[in-house]
């Protein structure tokens, strides 16, 4: 007798700025309750065998792969209190589902690069921490592109949307808006009151995320030109999304809007 196999899930998340939302920063309690709470629950519902994150802070000419049986953190953060560079997150590797993912992405074109050293960045421990502070699901990490190339990033998506098929999920880890000195300096109390900046850009990547024909999704997800690699990972995730609309959170921090989504079927 065969066992089903539920399609995991693809998600896309907002990471917050640095280790923060694990320092309980309060311009982050939106995004930390997403985490803790509904994030945390759709992997508990249906447990993937491993996941695949795409993550902002890795860029390369072509897609890396973490391959190692475990990986260190990478503290790739400066200035923050000595507690964050004691997070720890001993979530094991997946050498197989690494290689699995190097035969997907080779079949299919894309030149791949294997690293079985490299840490897991903040793009990673930081959202898992959270999301799965068991650490008890298998993680493989893979980088966005140095091109920031749409088209290359909904395709990556749309090969790696066959894994849920196999139980493992595609998480997606960056910050949809990304300008950091304007958000620095709104932490500080010194900005400037609410701004129209991204409130349009937000609109209209909900409305993408939630149209449920992944060949109309992709569509209008190439409209964008180069955005910051913090966004490729939400390319990446509206690939791979297939034919259903997105379950969408709200997750704003300041006058910023955010949100979280996630391809459950």
């Known amino acids: 007798m065969t066992t089903q196999i539920s399609r995991a899930p693809a998600m896309f998340v907002q990471h917050g ?26 992997l508990a519902e249906n447990r993937p065998k491993a996941i695949v994150l795409v993550t902002a802070h890795w860029e390369t000419d072509h897609p890396s792969i973490s391959s190692g049986p475990s990986h260190p953190l990478y503290y790739d953060y400066y ?33 791949v690069t294997m690293d079985e050293k490299r840490g897991w960045d903040h793009g990673v421990f930081v959202p898992m921490v959270m999301l799965r502070p068991q650490a008890d699901i298998p993680i493989v990490q893979l980088s966005v592109l140095n091109s920031q190339d749409a088209n290359e990033h909904l395709r990556y998506g749309q090969v790696l949307s066959s894994l849920r098929d196999e139980g493992v999920a595609v998480i997606g880890s960056g910050m949809t808006f990304h300008n950091m000195r304007t958000m620095m300096s709104r932490f500080s109390g010194q900005g400037s009151s609410k701004s129209n900046v991204n409130d349009s850009f937000e609109k209209n990547l909900s409305e993408a995320f939630q149209t449920p024909s992944s060949t109309d999704r992709i569509e209008k997800m190439k409209k964008w030109e180069a955005w910051t690699e913090h966004f490729m990972p939400a390319l990446v995730v509206a690939g791979a999304g297939g034919d259903v609309a997105a379950e969408e959170k709200d997750v704003s921090m300041l006058d910023f809007k955010l949100s979280s989504f996630a391809f459950l079927s």
């Open 17 to 42: 700025g640095g280790p923060m939302p694990l320092l309980n920063d309060p311009h982050h309690e939106m995004l930390i309750r997403y985490m803790k709470g509904r994030g945390a629950q759709i």
């Open 79 to 111: 200035g923050f209190p000595p507690e964050s560079y004691a997070i720890k997150y001993p979530a094991p590797g997946s050498p197989q589902v690494a290689k699995r993912v190097q035969d997907l992405l080779t079949q299919n074109g894309f030149k």
